[in-house]
């Protein structure tokens, strides 16, 4: 018992650092002076160099080999470990530390690239990206480079497994892209809506939501996100004037990623198992928030009260039909992060399959916008106008995420099953979603997901709540009733 | 060289996760939800262990032993870092850990003894304190345990020397009390003070001060404090709406704080140069900022007319003259933080002289309260009412500050010494005031003072910016002018 226990107060303080190093990233974010940014690189270099110090300490090499799990908690725990030592160690450190200056400068690069809409000015430190990240996994081992940078976001599955399940669902999401758009589409909300409000408002959805504010609190960002696991879960929201969904989407989403992290088993507090299993469970949690439950028409004719309430009449939104039909427009875009629940998940297979054929070797950095802008117009059916609107619209390859993008279809494929689940267990939910109460769905979710952070596997997460295997069948299903309907 | 190198390299990470620790203590006070305490005490210990033990990391000592400085100001480096090897090696760990577990208790024995006016409650704990504090003294050696203590805060002066000074002024302080409270006391401030209007407002002030907000920020807090160097430093300040002084002197004071350590030249960015030369010095930056400059005649008929333009007449207050003798109004208390020039020393040698006396063991902590009291008559002249009012008054003890409070004189010693000069520097200084120019002023303190940091030991920091030897003298004349005239 003596190595487990030496281990884990190990793990906990570089646990306690690991948060320490997530809130620095939020103060950046959110608080930081502009004059600052410069003192900060060095402060979060700073961090990086302990917890990588600590994550390849050769004590916790020693601890693993002679630690016995005495229950089931406790191998969960050596498991997580074990994994996070070996990442650690398997990539050399000037390695890590050519990917980490590299990749720094080529999110300015990429920001620039972007401005000037000038994609041969940011192929060249791209490609020095995805030569490290290949040199990282020829480091991390296995047959497929592209698993190994995979399984940093969703472990247990692979390219080729995940490559299965998206070709199957891009068919049926294709004719439902054609149909959708095919018909008169939705009314869209137009005035003036007081930011200070908005904020309000988002306050009180995420409360309704179950976002604990004693363990967290909500700013405002350029980007939204979420930060912090245990007792300290912040989001952040945006707001525009003419643009009210955005914000109250934007919280929603973010809600669901906090209330995952607020809601892990005390016991796991600072712990490996007291974070979420992995980006694609992270993704159903604020998916089936957003989405499921959050843009249902139980819901939104709740919504729609608040909004009138708070606003006043609505310009151009004559009932809580026509609102549900403004939240829910589908219309044609190029930006994945505007896409709606119809077209999302066709731009991220859209970036899979190209970051696979990067990294298999099938593709070329020299080629990708073409590769791009072709795809896009097979699925999408018209051309795209600008490099800002394709192949430079995203941070995500300047900064290394490959491997990533994945994770945010499975994460919408979990919230079909999730909420599938959920709907055969709760038959009164539309009931309570148009009352406002959140709280039999989320307590579901608590008790079936969110409770258990890290302890299982990823996929076993979804298996065990939902009571069978993993399918793309309840999220074409719910998207073809919805959307069809 | 290469020792040199090596060592900066090193110190200057140790210095970067100093710079994280503090910051994590602003957002502890400024951002964090209320549930996430127990979390973040065991984030900010693990923030201590690292920088403990990077501090007396033997490669230091190593290093230490071979470098050679090039010039003055890597003799300096040297000399800072060796200091701060030496305290924390030779505090041995199970000591250092034994006072942050009891000065953490005890602090919560205070406030809880504080509120139900019971000091038998606090003294066992108080006891235990001042028992570990004085092994720390033994373990860091010298033939006098305040003095060892002392050398924490203001390096190169003893407690012997400190009470020579103090009880020159003592004798001319009170007199100074006694003259002044026994005519008319200036006019109250009354009303109600939107607080939205008094942090614009207080921002306005600072910024006419030199803070520079591209790289700090002004946040509220329970208590004001400034945090940070370099690149991001940042304030905290209160508002009372029937009392805009308190937010107002507590932002220019606090502004000091921040200036100083805003404009440490950028080549000791991240070292142990970048900060402020002991708290005694810092304590000076702040005190003639709010004092000298900023309660002048000169400064206030200024303030007056912002105020004015900004919360409409001011009841009670018919002119400039009137608004000058309601900002420097004396009148009796019993607590240190809110007294006013005439009176604050003489509660810092209270508790100076009574601290110095418990560590060399005149004084034992069951007479604690006894003396406070019969001291606070002598010098005050009427009886603490009640416990809150007196011995239990202040947090510094509970945590173990011995030695701290008499640099809160110092400074307003360095204060007068520096206000003195700047006045022969600056024929035109209160004609500036009073245009709420404070820029030939707080240049000249940046030149002086604020630009060496920790270049020059503290009293010679202060020698130099005067061209002469300290002393209470420019401090007390000033004060007799002021509140005489």
Known sequence: MAAYDDLMAFVRVTEA??????????????????????????????LEQVLHARRCDPRVGDWLAQAEAADAVQAAQLREIRRSYDRATKVPSALAEALARTTSKAQGVWAKARGAQDVAAFLPILSEVVQLRREEAAALGGAVAYDALLDDYEPGLTGAE??????????????????????????????????????????EVALAFGYDLSRGRIDKAVHPFSSGSGQDVRITTRTAVDDPFNCIYSTIHEVGHACYEQNISDDFLLTPLGSGASMGVHESQSRIYENQLGRSRAFTGWLYGRMVDRF?????????????????????????TEADEVQYNLHVMLRFDLERALFSGQLEVSDLEAAWNERFKADFGYAVDKPSNGVLQDVHWSVGLFGYFPTYTLGNVYA?????????????LDQQLANGDLKPATGWLR?????????????????????????????????DAKFTA
């Open 162 to 203: 995940i490559s299965n399940l998206f070709d199957a669902m891009r068919p049926r999401l294709v004719a439902l892209r054609d149909e959708v758009l095919g018909r008169p589409i939705g009314p869209e909300l137009k005035g003036h809506f007081d930011p200070a409000i908005q904020m309000a408002l988002a306050e």
């Open 447 to 479: 008790e079936k997901v969110q409770r258990f952070g890290s302890q299982k596997p990823a996929q076993q997460t979804i298996e065990d709540a939902i009571g069978g295997a993993v399918s793309s069948g309840p999220l074409l299903d719910y998207l």
């Open 17 to 46: 650092l690991g948060q320490v190093a997530g809130r620095t990233g939020w103060d950046q974010e959110v608080m930081m002076p502009d004059g600052a940014a410069e003192q900060r690189a060095e402060e979060m270099a700073a």
């Open 416 to 428: 079909g099953c999730l909420h599938d689940a959920l709907r055969k267990d709760l038959p009164d």
């Open 312 to 336: 006043g009449t609505l310009e151009g939104i004559a009932d809580e039909g026509a609102f549900y039909r403004a939240v829910n427009r589908v219309h044609n875009g190029y930006i994945r």
